[in-house]
């Protein structure tokens, strides 16, 4: 049996269609999906001559560059006046699944939270052309379940919202690091429109919206607009439970929530979605967007009402021009040479590991600009954008000229109000 035959077994599990089972299944399916990898060809599940092959190696990630560890935990969030659209079960409501990171107390033994759940990175591997059980070997930053730093810090709260048919741990390296600089980051997975999706329950689900391609551009078009509002609901009601939770002392943050500081930002159609939760939602602040244009629409500019700052590659800026126009509000945008869209996940860094389709070491070409400097790029102005705009702390490299990196250049288009 090929390994995309066990794909097949595994993609459709679905809590929504009848087929409910327990953590203690879904952890079993793992088993049996990993496990079966090893009796199917080599060629699709590892490369040959594995001795000293780098694609076995240990890949660490990123260095956060703030003072403080980060731990995650795994967070779901139940909308009951909210159906969901995405399925034809009456009664369904529809839930999100986060990620939460967060500044911590961290011993030299605690483990570091895995970079992927087994059923998601099957679904990953294939869609981005990895080898298969490539997240055994990637190392993250950030550690499980560890207690919160500090007794009485509050700390502001950022939301992400991932690009369309990707993960929130495609982001693991913007994400640990915002978090080490002093911020709570709830990394959401919109369900149903993401790679993959592993519910509390333990059912699963892929992207739903796309999962075959659309017959013609104006269908892809109607459905990006159409599914837009549930992801500015679901920003809105992570929101709305953060500040139920945080009062409630067995929430693990219990009022470690500055929650009159709460920025968005995303990417892809998830800065879209940013972007327009922040104008329709007064509770957030601030708000960024990397490369958050959208393929096939012809969108008008965004009027932004409030502090914001969008981060885009030359090519694309190119193309597209601005996608966003201040009005009464600091509008501020960073343009980096070489940089594309892809430039600010981590798949463009595993690349050069994990790619099954290229040989080892060689890196593929996502961009001209090396991907860990567009990260390092987008990590240093991301995190001194919500210091400025969330903590009131001075501009920084907000307001240096030259800029630090020769491949970056920020204007911006108003004063702030």
Not at 75 to 93: H, I, P
Not at 155 to 167: D, G, Q, R, W
Not at 243 to 263: P, Q, V
């Amino acid at each position: 049996m090929r390994f995309a035959g066990l794909l097949s077994l595994a993609a459709p599990i679905d809590r929504r269609r009848g087929r409910r089972f327990t953590s203690r299944w879904a952890v079993t399916w793992c088993l049996v999906v990993v496990g079966s990898a090893a009796a199917v060809d080599s060629v699709e599940v590892r490369p040959p001559n594995l001795s000293g092959n780098r694609a076995f190696q240990r890949f660490f990630l990123p260095e956060t560059t703030g003072a403080a560890p980060v731990g995650a935990r795994r967070m779901f969030f139940t909308d009951a006046s909210r159906e969901e659209l995405a399925t034809d079960q009456a009664g369904d409501v529809r839930t999100c699944v986060a990620q939460v990171y967060y500044p911590a107390q961290v011993k030299p033994r605690d483990p570091r939270v895995a970079y992927m759940d087994p059923l998601s990175a099957v679904v990953w591997a294939k869609q981005r052309r990895f080898w298969q059980r490539f997240e055994r070997n990637v190392f993250t930053r950030a550690h499980l379940d560890v207690p919160v730093q500090g007794d009485v810090q509050r700390f502001p709260v950022v939301i992400f919202s991932h690009e369309l048919f990707s993960l929130p741990e495609n982001y693991h390296s913007l994400i640990t690091d915002l978090a080490s600089h002093g911020y709570v980051v709830i990394a959401l997975n919109h369900a149903y429109a993401s790679a993959a999706t592993v519910f509390p329950t333990g059912g699963f689900v892929s992207d739903r919206i796309w999962p075959n391609g659309f017959a013609s551009a104006e269908k892809k078009r109607h459905a990006m607009i159409a599914y837009l509002p549930t992801w500015i609901a679901d920003i809105r009601f992570v929101v709305d439970e953060l500040l139920r939770r945080n009062k409630d002392k067995a929430f693990f943050l219990s009022g470690r929530l500055d929650l009159s500081r709460i920025g968005v930002w995303g990417h892809g159609y998830g800065g879209w979605a940013a972007a327009s939760a922040l104008l329709a939602d007064d509770r957030l602040v601030a708000g960024v967007a990397l490369d958050g244009r959208v393929e096939d629409l012809d969108q008008v500019p965004m009027l932004m009402t409030k502090s914001f700052l969008s981060v885009v590659g030359r090519l694309g800026f190119e193309r597209t021009g601005s996608q966003y126009r201040s009005h009464n509000a600091e509008l501020l945008e960073l343009v980096i040479d070489g940089a594309s869209r892809a430039s600010f996940e981590d798949a463009a860094l595993l690349s050069e590991r994990f790619d099954r389709n290229a040989p080892v070491g060689r890196k593929k070409k996502f961009s001209s600009v090396d991907p860990a400097r567009s990260i390092e790029i987008a990590r240093t102005y991301v995190a001194a954008f919500f210091d400025r705009y969330l903590r009131g702390q001075e501009p920084g490299i907000l307001a240096q000229e030259p800029a630090p990196y020769a491949e970056a250049h920020l204007t911006r288009s108003a004063q702030p109000r």
